[in-house]
């Protein structure tokens, strides 16, 4: 059974990176920075959807202050 894009929990980086219109490096450093709330497992970095979200709102909501 195979799962639909839009029924996954989580993003890949790579997928946050085309969605910030950032380069795949940058999105990397800043996932292991920690300003983009991600997970390791095992030896792959995801991005849990409802966190991405929720941060990516709460900036927008600081920047707009």
């Known amino acids: ?3 639909s ?3 996954r ?6 997928e946050v ?7 795949r490096n940058n999105a990397y450093r800043a996932v292991r920075d920690g ?3 991600a997970k390791r497992v095992g030896r792959r970095w995801v991005v849990p959807r409802e ?3 929720q941060w990516l709102n709460d ?3 600081r920047e707009a202050a």
């Not at 929990?9 to 790579?14: I, Q």
């Not at 990176?17 to 380069?23: C, E, F, H, K």
């Open 1 to 3: 059974m195979r799962i």
């Open 5 to 7: 894009n839009a029924e």
């Open 9 to 14: 929990a989580t993003y890949t980086v790579e």
């Open 17 to 23: 990176a085309q969605l910030l219109d950032l380069s």
């Open 35 to 37: 300003e983009i709330p």
């Open 51 to 53: 966190l991405f979200h």
């Open 59 to 61: 900036c927008s909501t």
